[in-house]
């Protein structure tokens, strides 16, 4: 459970860096006028759209701490089976197995 719980923290700080650094290279939005495009607004657009994912992945690793803790963790909220450890390495976040993540798309 030890290395469970460290390896949610630091996944947690890496991902909250992440949205440190994007929101503060997003303060400012490049200027452009209509009809000129800049590769700067398109650069500031992806930051935009990675900041909110990056906000979505700490809330999930949040929570995957907090289930830690509960004792559900590593367990598929959808069918109860255990989540493989291959999976969980590399999704820590995951709340669903494979199969049930497979069947949700």
Do not use: F
Not at 7 to 28: F, G, H, N, P, V
């Amino acid at each position: 459970m030890q290395k469970e719980i460290q390896i949610l923290q630091e996944e947690l700080a890496k991902t909250r860096d992440q949205i440190a650094k994007l929101q503060a290279s997003l303060q400012e939005k490049p200027n452009y006028g209509i009809g000129q495009g800049d590769p700067a607004i398109v650069r500031w657009e992806l930051d935009q759209a990675i900041l909110e994912q990056s906000k979505e992945r700490a809330t999930s690793l949040a929570q995957a701490l907090t289930r830690l803790q509960q004792g559900t963790y590593g367990v598929c909220e959808q069918c109860g089976q255990p989540i493989h450890p291959d999976r969980l390495a590399v999704l820590p976040e995951t709340k669903l197995c494979i199969d049930c993540a497979r069947s949700k798309n």
